[in-house]
Every structure is written in structure tokens, then in C-alpha cells.
């Protein structure tokens, strides 16, 4: 069984520019979840999505970001525009319903310059 | 506010030697609590999980880790630690009652061995 894809592995931008970031999670997973880990810091999650509906959004940063996940399958994460301290690794994780127990995929490092 | 905490950021111990990794949550709901291991170049790998139950829990790769309520800690302990454990270790907690969200996590330890 496959586990959590994410892509890119790596991005990079330039301040003002736009990426969008994608997350595929463990088929019948249905809840899906993006954390962000800025250098130095601790893992901070971000969003919590039940299928395709939007469960806890309150670690989204601001108004700048925008997550979807059309479908209730795979989620994209959307930032724009970049700013500087959007630099970090954004990881994404999956579980199946009713379980607690999150799988994580192996992240997207995006750097802002 | 919830918190975790792993107080040592570094740690470099001599390969064969036992290893004990702190972490310590501040909650207001009864936490579950898991382990996870990131390796050079590699995502988030669960080591092993605390739900309910017997308060030592056992992982993979030779871990394991103890739940201790009246210390609000869950550290992880490995007898005799091999070059291959060379990673960063995070402690993260969700409480229950939530709907299967959020995980907060320590700031992470990075376990550098020695030959």
C-alpha cells in the first residue's frame, strides 16, 4: 500500500510568486491534514480536512493561504502570495476514520527568496 | 494553552549505549500520545503510540516509551542504540475529544551516535 505522497519534494520561489502545493493521502484515509515546520521551530499543523469539508482550520497563518481538497481525495495548499516567512517544510498526513493515528508524508522543503 | 515540550535539543550518545529521550505536555483533556522519527531526507515515521492502557508501550526498531500522568511526561528509552538511529525524534499529542485533529509537537531532539 502506498503511503503519503506529497509534491514537490522541494520548492523554490521568489517573494510575490505563487506555488501551490500537493498532498495524496493513503486511499480510504479520510481525514487529511497539513502541518508546516519553519526552520527552528516545532511542527505546527495547520488544517484538518474530513473528506472534502474543512474540519479545523485554525493553524492556517492567514488569508494568504488557501487549502482544497476537491473530491476528498488528494489536497492541495496554496500560497499567495509568498512571503519570506513561508519558508519551511510543509508536511501533510492521513488517517483513516475514526482513528487517531496520523501518517505522514515525507514533506515539501519550499524556500521564499 | 497545550504544549509540549522536549528539553534536550541535541543529544549524542556512543553507539550500544541506552538512550532516554524527555517529553513533557501541558493538556486540559486526556491526551494519546505518539513518538515519531525523522530520518535525514525522510518524512515522519510513527515509532510507537499511546492511547490507553498499559502505561509501557512497546515500538518498532527496539523503542519503547512510558506514560506517566502524574509527571505529564512519555519518554522514549532505547537499551542500546544503533548508528542507524541517528535521526531527529519528535513527541507530539492530540487530546481526545477532538475530532481526530490536531497534533501538537515538541520541538523535536536530534540524536547524533557515535561509532
Known amino acids: 500500500e502506498a503511503g503519503v505522497t506529497q509534491f514537490p519534494s522541494h520548492s523554490v520561489i521568489e517573494k510575490g510568486q505563487t506555488v501551490t502545493l500537493r498532498c495524496d493521502p493513503i486511499s480510504g484515509h479520510d481525514n487529511l491534514y497539513w502541518y508546516r515546520r519553519v526552520m527552528g521551530k516545532e511542527i505546527k499543523f495547520l488544517l484538518h480536512f474530513v473528506k472534502e469539508s474543512k474540519q479545523d482550520e485554525s493553524g492556517m497563518p492567514n488569508n494568504r493561504f488557501l487549502a482544497e481538497r476537491t473530491g476528498g481525495t488528494y489536497s492541495t495548499l496554496k500560497v499567495q502570495p509568498a512571503e519570506l516567512e513561508d519558508s519551511g517544510v510543509y508536511f501533510c498526513?492521513?488517517?483513516?476514520?475514526?482513528?487517531?493515528?496520523?501518517?505522514f508524508g515525507p514533506g515539501t522543503r519550499l524556500t521564499v527568496t | 494553552a497545550q504544549s509540549v515540550t522536549q528539553p534536550d535539543i541535541h543529544i549524542t550518545v556512543s553507539e550500544g549505549a541506552s538512550l532516554e529521550l524527555r517529553c513533557n505536555y501541558s493538556?486540559?483533556?486526556?491526551?494519546?500520545l505518539f513518538w515519531y522519527v525523522q530520518s535525514p531526507g525522510q518524512g515522519l515515521q510513527l515509532l510507537l503510540k499511546?492511547?490507553?492502557?498499559?502505561?509501557l508501550v512497546q515500538g518498532i526498531k527496539g523503542f519503547e516509551a512510558e506514560f506517566k500522568r502524574s509527571q505529564s511526561s512519555f519518554n522514549l528509552r532505547k537499551p542500546s542504540v544503533h548508528w542507524s538511529d541517528a535521526a531527529e525524534y519528535f513527541c507530539a499529542v492530540g487530546a481526545y475529544g477532538t475530532s481526530y485533529g490536531k497534533l501538537t509537537f515538541g520541538q523535536g531532539t536530534i540524536l547524533t551516535v557515535h561509532p
Open positions: 498526513a492521513s488517517s483513516q476514520p475514526g482513528s487517531y493515528e496520523q501518517y
Open positions: 499511546y492511547f490507553s492502557g498499559d502505561t
Open positions: 493538556y486540559g483533556a486526556t491526551p494519546y
